[in-house]
């Protein structure tokens, strides 16, 4: 037998796990808990490799276990919860962020995952605490930006939302679904050049997008029947 110890084997883990050489990792990992069945850290980070790997519900396996062995760390909970929304459960991802939360109150990652879940759900209320939590902790996340952005917009809150919309986009020009979450927003208040704008920049950034060809089209309608609304009738 090696007399490399399970602490050793679980440091290469870990160090493979940083490098994404995921099936290293779960080598040495699985070798750890040869030796160790019950070896909590192992067998979460065996989780966390094999949801890189794309093994998901291999991940949620070994993530069950662990968190059977340690029901009150939170990090067992978020990572399963990421599995879950892999596999597009989202009833145990969100059940799962929120036990996380619940030991881990205000974690921003968690938080972000979370509100892109109450997002796609249209709990949009939800979705706007969650993010603004992420966004405390660090104030250039795009992402939950614009998503907030966006979750306020679909309130018809619209001073906020493209506040928002417009700080991401400043801090990241490159990403098509913003301009198309801020293109939607003016759609929405009837700003039809801005809206038509956005999506332009949007498709200039992935062509052939469909969506937003067909946003597109509806603004080109929209601003084509407001323009007509305000010509002046023939005379009689």
């Not at 870990?14 to 779960?26: D, I, K």
């Amino acid at each position: 037998m090696s007399s490399i110890s399970v602490a050793d084997l679980h440091s290469r883990g870990v160090e493979c796990l940083s490098r994404h050489r995921s099936l290293e990792a779960v080598g040495h990992f699985t070798q750890a808990l040869q030796r160790e069945p019950k070896h909590i850290s192992s067998l979460y980070n065996r989780g966390v490799a094999r949801f890189q790997m794309g093994d998901v519900n291999g991940a949620i396996e070994d993530l069950n276990e662990a968190i059977q062995l340690a029901p009150r760390a939170a990090r067992g909970y978020r990572s399963r919860g990421m599995a879950y929304s892999k596999l597009g459960d989202s009833a145990r991802a969100l059940a799962d962020f929120n036990r996380a939360i619940f030991l881990e109150p205000g974690h921003a990652r968690t938080c972000r995952m979370r509100g892109q879940l109450h997002f796609e759900a249209g709990s949009f209320r939800e979705a706007i605490a969650d993010f603004s939590v992420a966004i405390s902790d660090n104030p250039k996340d795009t992402a939950s930006l614009a998503r907030r952005g966006a979750a306020h917009g679909d309130l018809e809150d619209y001073v906020p939302a493209l506040v928002d919309l417009d700080r991401a986009i400043e801090l990241l020009p490159i990403d098509p679904s913003y301009y198309v979450f801020r293109g939607r927003v003016h759609q929405k208040r009837m700003d039809w050049n801005r809206a038509i704008a956005d999506f332009d920049t949007a498709l200039q950034l992935a062509p052939g997008c469909q969506v937003t060809q067909n946003l597109r089209c509806d603004a080109l309608r929209g601003r084509a029947k407001y323009n007509a609304s305000k010509r002046p009738s023939p005379a009689a």
